[in-house]
């Protein structure tokens, strides 16, 4: 996955506006403020702590670590899209001297032992190498700091072609909770812990189809998102596609 992609095709400044519309102010994952709210009480964060939020997109979830936990977190995101805006949304939250933005791909990050937490929502899809990324991250945790994530993963039902389809044009590159669990604790993470939430992203997809029909958004606009929805909802509730929440600790060398 490379930046031009992102920036140029599923996240132009326009289709990140719109994508907010739905996720809330400055979030782009499901459920916005108030799963990521759920999904950060999950990290155990204590004032002080130095989170990574990797793929951070428009901050939201890094502004709320900070602002409601007094740790300070370094975002890292690979579109220039959502870092430009994010560094505007930074502006206005004025916690500039908890947080800091940077634009680069968290697979090249060489980071030895600095992180206490490593947060990321929604991001792994698009990295297809992921015990590479298990490494990056592995090695910029603490010994004993915890990564934990959400994405979306495969269903237990054979993927449509039509979700083959979906997959390929995004170029995403997803795991079964399973295999993402195995995968986790052979890359040097202990106390592994992987959840199938998709009732959460039913209840949030079916909330959000709501938020769509009071968005300010062109009727082009809206139809093009509300399709978009409901074949994620469609593929969630027949068992194709399905969004896990995952922990892990590095192991103590
Ligand atoms: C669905 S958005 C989630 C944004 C944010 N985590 C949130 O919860 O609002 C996925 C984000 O991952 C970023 N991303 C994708 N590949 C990346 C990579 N290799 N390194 C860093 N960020 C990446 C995208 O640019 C995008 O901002």
Request: aromatic share 10%; with cysteine.
């Amino acid at each position: 996955m490379t930046q031009e992609f992102l920036d140029n095709q599923q996240y132009t400044e326009l289709s990140i506006l719109n994508y907010e519309e739905i996720f809330g102010h400055n979030y782009i994952s499901p459920g916005g403020e108030k799963v990521a709210d759920q999904f950060i009480r999950t990290l155990e964060l204590r004032p002080q702590m130095r989170v990574l939020d990797i793929g951070c997109g428009l901050g939201g979830p890094a502004f709320r670590m900070a602002g409601k936990f007094g740790v300070y977190v370094h975002c890292i995101d690979l579109s220039s899209n959502m870092i430009r805006i994010a560094k505007t949304r930074l502006d206005e939250e004025g916690l500039n001297n908890m947080v800091t933005l940077e634009q680069g791909d968290c697979l090249e990050m060489q980071i030895d032992s600095t992180y206490d937490v490593v947060h990321s929502r929604d991001v792994f899809l698009h990295i297809k190498d992921k015990a590479r990324l298990f490494e990056v991250i592995r090695k910029s945790l603490v010994s004993g700091g915890r990564l934990g994530f959400s994405d979306y993963c495969l269903g237990k039902t054979k993927s449509s072609p039509e979700f083959e389809s979906y997959l390929s044009e995004r170029n995403y590159t997803l795991h079964n909770v399973e295999d993402y669990t195995k995968l986790l604790e052979n890359s040097g993470f202990t106390n592994v812990f992987g959840e199938d939430r998709t009732d959460i992203f039913i209840k949030t997809l079916k909330q959000e189809l709501h938020i769509l029909e009071k968005a300010i958004l062109n009727n082009q606009e809206k139809s093009a998102l509300r399709q978009v929805w409901q074949e994620k909802l469609t593929r969630a509730e027949r068992g194709e596609q399905c969004w896990g929440w995952f922990s892990g600790i590095k192991k103590t060398q």
